[in-house]
């Protein structure tokens, strides 16, 4: 479904991506996983168009994304949700449930939603900065299922967050997969990730240097946690 070719990008002069290449197949949960500051959030950036200093390729269904800026990629069916949740603070619930047009035979009706995350619909009138971290969280993964995105970007979903709420977003990461979701995920939590994907990218400055399955990075855990510094 996804594949990145060759990708570099840059801030300014300063280049922060050099050569990354990795796939998604459709209904799969990939990670990157990585130190601090390799440029896993800025693959995600590049990959929807946000950076326009990037070259090389982003082929999602067989289209070149990287001509398409992040409206045009949204609305080709990929969703992204930010480390800082994205969502708007000022709006209800329902508001930034229904702000953004849905797109395609793929997206989620509200009922379905609210079925997922009956807290969202319990909260549905409130402003969105009354809601909890993980009842924030919940909401800015709703978007793009409202939306229709097939393929859904997800940057470090259980930071901050309590134990108890990590697991149920790993619960809904598990939900998507069988609906037949694609998500790229990116992950500092390496046990999360090992929780809920198929195969795991690592990234070392600004490069892919292994892909290795989940059965890999169960066998090499202790290994990963002492490089990934945590």
Known sequence: ????TNLHASYGETNVLH???FDVQAGEVVTLIGRNGVGKTTTLKAIIGEMRQRSGQVRFKGTDMLPLGPERTARAGIGYVAEDRGIFATLSVIENLTISPVRGPAAWPLERIFELFPVLHKRSHQKASTLSGGEQQMLAIARPLHMGSQLILL?????GL???IVDRIGDVILQLKADGRTVLLVEQNLRFAISVADRHNLMVDGKIIQTLSNADVIEREHELLEHLGV
């Open 19 to 21: 050569g990354v290449g």
């Open 162 to 164: 309590a134990p108890v």
């Open 1 to 4: 479904m996804l594949e990145v």
């Open 155 to 159: 940057d470090e979903p259980t930071e």
